[in-house]
């Protein structure tokens, strides 16, 4: 039997809507056991890329999050030291890295560019899952209703959202794995039903 599955869940802060002409500013992510667990976190702020330039409408939303900007500008490193060390924090979880995000079309295209472009390789591959779309398999409903204040109260833990990429990378990996108990919870149900 192979190594279990570990979740990480993960937040990117931007400056722009993709990478390469934008910079990734900070990333957080939250390693979380199937059973709910946080086991481990990492989070880092970067330095931008060299020839790129912040996205006008990105920048000015960033104006009106004075406290997130400021954390995310903080001690900022290369890119490349940073995804090195990433990589090598992704390898060495207890178990088998599962990409986690919401939006993940986001997220994991920033976490993957910068990963080959400065670590050379992606412990995630090409896969990531996204919240939003296993909300919606677990509710039944149409993706685009699928958004956070229709799902129910019991998945949100105590976490909230800060724009702070660790802080929103734990407040994700607890949702997800509320989600994850309570379709384990549906199954069991569902095999004693039929037992």
Request: hydrophobic share 45%; aromatic share 12%; net charge negative.
């Amino acid at each position: 039997m192979g190594r279990p599955e570990i979740y990480v869940s993960t937040d990117v802060e931007t400056d722009g809507p993709i990478p390469g002409p934008h910079s990734m500013l900070s990333f957080g992510s939250a390693a979380f056991t199937a059973d709910g667990r946080l086991a481990a976190t990492f989070s880092a702020n970067l330095q931008t890329l060299p020839d790129a330039a912040g996205h006008p409408d990105t920048m000015a939303w960033w104006e009106t999050q004075p406290e997130a900007w400021a954390a995310c500008r903080a001690d900022t490193e290369h890119p490349e030291s940073v995804m090195v060390r990433y990589r090598s924090w992704l390898e060495e979880l207890p178990g088998r890295p599962v990409f986690v995000g919401y939006p993940a079309a986001f997220d994991f295209m920033f976490v993957y560019w910068y990963l080959i472009r400065f670590a050379g390789s992606s412990p995630f591959a090409h896969s990531a899952l996204d919240l939003k779309t296993y909300a919606m398999a677990l509710l039944g409903t149409d993706y685009r209703a699928t958004v956070k204040r229709a799902m129910p109260r019991r998945w949100f833990g105590a976490a909230r959202h800060t724009h702070v990429a660790l802080d929103d990378a734990i407040e994700q990996g607890e949702l997800f794995c509320a989600m994850l108990a309570e379709r384990a919870g549906e199954t069991n149900r569902l095999r004693a039903g039929s037992a």
